[in-house]
């Protein structure tokens, strides 16, 4: 089997055991498919690949875990319909990478259960006021600085909110200053910054 | 933050991001390592680390 792990422009060095197959002007990145009975052990072993071609292209397009075929040209049959949208998507990353934001913490400010109806719909609304101050006070100025957002729908505490910025790779250390700065505002909540990562979130369009 | 909660963090995003992002051409992708699972781990590992860090506040 052929694994596909990315598609890739201007690049400058091939990691080992890797290939490259031209499908109408775009590069895919294939190498046999490992066997490997740990999925956490396979993730780790198509990230470091992904982001070894991260460090050595100018633009790189990263491939969801799993994507094997049987040989090259079933590669490019799943390929080529969808080339023009992928090399417009591959343009859009061109010097990019992503970070990522997490907050995490416990919403409620105090442990009291409430004494009446008033008291409870406020207690059931503090995660979402939370999660529209930090909309405001956090995504939105990273936002700002960054070239696309994407932020995930807010599922259950204690992960207030998550996100991931494109970001250009010149300017991923003034970005992550000003994510430090930003979360100083907010000592009860842990904010984590990750990254740089190849621009993962930023490879299929918004759900 | 110690060094290895830093790791453990960067671990569980980097899955993440293998397993639930990137381009998918074929989209019966079935993976066995559920990202509730790999979530939920990152999260414990998150709370740990901000307890830690209150702990080195208070004993400063």
Redesign the interface.
Known sequence: MIR?YA?VDGLRRLPDGLRVIRVEGLDAVVGEALNCDD??QA??V??RI?ESLREHAEAV???????DFADEAAVTA??AP?ADG?SGRLEDVRGCV?I?V?V??EVSSSGDEPRDGAGYMRKRLEPFRLRNALEESLHAPLERRAKAARVAPFGAA??ILEASYLVSAGSVEDFADEAVELAAAWPR??V?C??P?AP??F??GED | MTALAAEDITLVDLVDRVLNKGVVLTGDVTLSVADVDLVYVGLRVLLASAGTLDRLERER
């Not at chain 1, 397009?61 to 994507?67: A, F, K, N, Q």
């Open positions: 596909l598609f999925q956490v993730a780790l198509h990230g992904i397009l990263p491939v969801r875990l799993g994507e799943a390929v969808r992928l992503e990522g997490r995490v913490g204690p992960l909540l842990s984590t990750t990254g990562w993962y979130s490879a299929e």
